[in-house]
């Protein structure tokens, strides 16, 4: 089977730019790894990986709170990485 070209998408959250692979998030594979994290909270990580271009850490480390401020050495909260990845969301589901 030939590979597949994934369709990367560049948004941006809060002043920064991103990108997050359509394909990856449309894939069956990834999606259940993500629904199923709570009983495989790895593979999950992996699947949220793909989609973020093998940038996960990164991103992280880079998504800012609602007032701008970068995070800490502990990466951004809970609230702001939910925020992140709705926009996120957002922008992949959007129509070309």
Request: with cysteine; glycine share 8%.
């Amino acid at each position: 089977m030939a590979d597949k070209k994934h369709e990367i998408v560049e948004f941006e959250f809060r002043g920064q730019k991103f990108e997050a692979d359509k394909t990856a998030f449309g894939s069956l594979k990834v999606q259940t790894a993500i629904n199923l994290g709570d009983k495989d909270p790895k593979a999950a990580n992996e699947a949220m990986d793909l989609i973020c271009c093998g940038h996960l850490v990164d991103y992280i480390d880079r998504v800012p709170d609602a007032d701008g401020v970068a995070p800490d050495e502990l990466g951004c909260s809970v609230e702001d990485w939910g925020a992140f990845t709705e926009a996120m969301g957002e922008a992949l589901a959007a129509k070309n």
